[in-house]
């Protein structure tokens, strides 16, 4: 057993404690060496830890702001300057530390911002997922009754979990997204915003105009911030979701673009392919496919 | 392994709410609040009533302060705290309250054993936020939700497998990064 298989092993044995067969194996496993005992101890324990977390998570800055307000007019009384750097200390660590929840306040709306450098998700109150690349904005409906977010900036994909009762908006500076229950990304760059349908159907709003976008051929669309024009190109630009959904589909694609698309996903400096291939049309599907998987079936399909 | 990145003895913490001093009244906030909020959820098992106990505590020592001399170590004296309000709390809203938490004696072994834990969550919490997304959220559906794998795969439509693999992805990295490679326990 390779070290992964054995972590799954021991999980699939702890999420199973009435399972006879399984402890024998783990017992006989344990029996082996004391390092195995080592291991599993160190992954129960953490696998017990875990477990007696809270759902949500406590965020000392805006707990330290709320009890702030209480403490305030105790503290005025006193010292009236040291209060306001206090305060304006809080303010700035709660930006500094990011990836976290805060209200802002008398309205319903919640801001967060994903913590610097990585790919972030939230589930929104209505289990339908954001998942958003570094350096995303976004504000949502805190009770969630109306479902509004507000992409403020970066890029985000969404989720949507079904509800033909309410409609999901999404806002993205001149742009409004509308759908029932789907899944798309909406990215806001400097001169456009641009929205890609990776799976049903949305319709897109902007200065007065509408587009029906679908997934599959025919997918994007931008609006530019000059003069909210809108623009659908042809072509199918579902693997620009990749990022989030670890999804890649190929339909009767040159192996060269596909091997220039697998290279970006997995961050690597190039997927190589041998010349008389390259104009070879290959079709391809890999989902949540580790790299090295991914680069094995892209030589078989390919026969390289 | 207990490490924690304030410390601050009795004296100094009681002196600080003599004096309402509130920038070390913040540093306390800053550096316990959060353990404190896992212990009061350890014994509540409710998100929000947990934080109300934790906020009540601070509020408390705040308004209080004049009165309060603390003894000892500050943490067990807050988690000793935290404890005892919980449990009221759960009284007063004619709640179970748990064998666990009436048996749990503040003694020093235990006080121990309790941060050691309670640090490791907050590990995990931290560390948590560095998984790739899709794996982190099977992972906070398994352990911080309590789902079992057959109902993550379910809702999220995705195998079994699927979900026992990146289970043991998070496993691994949260064991590779824990306190930079060293040994639990």
Redesign the interface.
Known sequence: MNNNDITGFIIDCLTDPGNRDKQAALNKWLEESEENQHLYAELKQLWIAAAAIPPMPFNVDEGWQELSEQMAPAARVKRMSPWKIVAAAAVLLFLAAGGWWWQTSGDDWITYATPTGDIDSITLPDSSMIHMKAGTVLAYRKLFKEREVKLLQGEAYFDVVKDPQRQFLVTADKSTVKVLGTAFNVRIESTFTEVIVFEGKISLHSGGKKLVLSSGSGNLATVSRNDDEIRHPIGNYSNQCAWATNDLVFENEEAENVASVLAAHYHLSEVKVVENLRHKRITLRLHNTPQDEALEIFAAVLDQ | MTQDGYHISAEEATEALRS?N??VF?KI??AY??EL??LA??WVKD?DL??EV??SL??HL??KGQQIEITGNVRHYLYRSVTNRSINELKRRSRNVSEEALQWQADNASLHEITD?LL??KE??RLA??L???C??I??LS????M??AEIAERLG?TVN?V??Q???A??Y??NH?LDGK???
């Open positions: 309402r509130a920038g913040q906030y800053a609040s959060e909020f896992l959820y350890r998100n947990a934080k934790v906020q601070f509020a705040w308004e834990h490791l969550q995990i919490i936020q560095g790739a997304p899709r982190r959220e992972f906070l352990r911080f939700e309590g079992e794998p995705i699927t026992y693999f289970l043991a992805v496993l691994k949260l064991r824990l040994k639990l326990q």
